[in-house]
């Protein structure tokens, strides 16, 4: 069976310090700046070296986007942006999957944490999710406690679970259910 909504997430959001938005063209540069940081790059699966191709070629990733399916924002502080998140959807299943990221020079700052709140608290509100969850490198601890932070739990480690950039990585993963969800 598949549950089909018509309801979406909304396009932006507003918290104490943020505004996540959709993300634009003109967003390539800061996209690039933070990007090509090898500190931020050790976390995801980015091409290194990253160039300006690369983050053009992930800005009109993310403007193709069926915001039905996979709603992306832009994280901004003060109008600069310093980040992303996004939620993939599988409403079939009734779940949501969370990624984010943020630059190195914003880290510990709780600008993760805010927009990781934000958008979940909007996808338990709004759509028939009844899990979210969410996973980090293992060793990325940092990111970890931004799930922590949230109301999310360890589920577990996969092993070996992907090969980024040549290397086998360890992943942890968290998950949050509806009925946990405190807001």
Do not use: C
């Not at 399916?69 to 969370?98: F, Q």
């Not at 944490?113 to 969410?134: H, M």
């Not at 060793?139 to 799930?147: D, L, T």
């Amino acid at each position: 069976m598949i549950i089909m909504t018509e309801v979406q997430l909304p396009e932006i959001f507003t918290t104490d310090r943020l505004v996540l938005r959709p993300y634009r063209l003109s967003d390539a540069d800061a996209v690039l700046a933070h990007a090509t940081d090898p500190e931020w790059a050790q976390y995801l699966p980015v091409p290194i070296p990253y160039g300006p191709a690369d983050a053009a070629q992930f800005i009109a990733r993310q403007l193709l986007l069926d915001r039905s399916k996979n709603p992306a924002w832009a994280i901004t502080l003060n109008a600069d942006l310093v980040g992303g998140i996004n939620v993939r959807l599988d409403l079939e299943n009734s779940v949501g999957e969370m990624g984010y990221s943020t630059a190195r020079w914003i880290w510990g700052k709780g600008v993760a944490t805010e927009a990781a709140r934000a958008v979940v608290d909007s996808v338990f509100k709004l759509l028939p999710v009844n899990r979210i969850r969410a996973m980090a490198k293992l060793r990325n601890q940092a990111s970890q406690r931004v799930m922590e932070k949230i109301g999310m739990r360890r589920e577990g480690v996969l092993r070996q679970n992907r090969v980024v950039r040549g290397e086998a990585i360890d992943e942890a993963w968290y998950g949050v259910l509806r009925k946990e969800w405190s807001g």
